[in-house]
C-alpha cells in the first residue's frame, strides 16, 4: 500500500464548476499536508500548506485535513481554464520530518 | 520572494557522458536543498537530501556513485548524472528548505528535462 494514494484522473469540468480534489494516506505521523498546482514540463508551485487538522482559504481554494480519517481535500471554486494542471498532494512529518512524500497527482482539466 | 532556479533548463547528451544540472536559491539561504525525479504522468519521487557542507542522504535505490550532489554553499547545489543512460532520461527537480522558514517548507525549482540518446 503506498503511503498517500491519490486518484490520477483525469478530470474535466466546466468552467465556473467547483472542483473536489482528495487524497487518502496511511501514516498517522504526518503533521504536515501541501498541495501543489504544476504545469506541463515545470516544477511543482506550493498553492496550500496546512499544520495538522482543519480548513485553511485562500481565494478560491479551500484545504480541508481530516486526520482521524487521514483524508485531505481541495476545493477550487469558480474553476478557471487557468486552473488546468496536475494537483499534488503531499504530506510530511515522523521520523524524517522533512522529507515530503507526494500523491500521484491528479490532472485537472477546465473546460471554458 | 523564495524563488529556486535551474540550469540548464533541458539537455540532450549522448550515453555514456556526464550531466550536471545546478539548483540555485536566488533570494534566499537554503540549508538544505532536495532533488527528486519525475517520469511522465508519474509523481515527484525524492532522490536524496543534501545540507550544506555535508554529504547527501540517498534514498533507497539510488545509486549515489552514479548520482553526484554537491551542496558547496548555502544557494547552490549540483547534480550530476554520471555515466548517463537512456534509462536516466527523467524530469529531475530540486527544491530548497527555507533556513528558519516553516517546518518543511520547500521552495520547488522548474525543472531540467534531460534526454539521453
Known amino acids: 500500500q503506498k503511503e498517500v494514494e491519490q486518484d490520477p484522473g483525469p478530470l474535466s469540468v466546466p468552467e465556473g464548476a467547483i472542483v473536489s480534489l482528495n487524497c487518502t494516506y496511511s501514516?498517522?505521523?504526518?503533521?504536515?499536508f501541501m498541495w501543489y498546482r504544476q504545469y506541463s514540463r515545470k516544477g511543482p508551485e506550493l498553492l496550500m500548506y496546512?499544520?495538522?487538522?482543519g480548513n485553511k482559504e485562500d481565494g478560491r481554494f479551500t484545504a480541508q485535513v481530516d486526520k482521524s480519517s487521514k483524508y485531505i481535500s481541495l476545493f477550487i471554486r469558480d474553476s478557471q481554464p487557468s486552473d488546468s494542471a496536475t494537483y499534488l498532494c503531499a504530506m510530511s512529518g515522523g521520523s524524517s520530518a522533512s522529507k515530503i512524500i507526494f500523491g500521484s497527482g491528479t490532472r485537472l482539466s477546465i473546460r471554458p | 520572494g523564495a524563488v529556486v532556479s535551474q540550469h540548464p533548463s533541458w539537455v540532450i547528451c549522448k550515453s555514456g557522458t556526464s550531466v550536471k544540472i545546478e539548483c540555485r536559491s536566488l533570494d534566499f539561504q537554503a540549508t538544505t536543498m532536495f532533488w527528486y525525479r519525475q517520469f511522465p504522468k508519474q509523481s515527484l519521487m525524492l532522490m536524496a537530501t543534501?545540507?550544506?557542507?555535508?554529504?547527501?542522504?540517498?534514498e533507497q535505490g539510488v545509486e549515489k556513485d552514479k548520482f553526484l550532489i554537491n551542496h558547496a554553499s548555502l544557494t547552490l547545489s549540483t547534480l550530476t548524472v554520471t555515466s548517463a543512460h537512456p534509462e536516466d532520461s527523467s524530469f529531475y527537480i530540486c527544491?530548497?528548505?527555507?533556513?528558519?522558514?516553516?517546518?518543511?517548507?520547500?521552495?520547488f525549482g522548474p525543472g531540467t528535462r534531460l534526454t539521453v540518446l
Open positions: 501514516n498517522s505521523a504526518f503533521q504536515y
Open positions: 527544491s530548497a528548505g527555507l533556513a528558519g522558514g516553516q517546518n518543511n517548507e520547500q521552495f
Open positions: 496546512t499544520y495538522s487538522s
Open positions: 543534501s545540507n550544506e557542507g555535508s554529504k547527501a542522504t540517498y
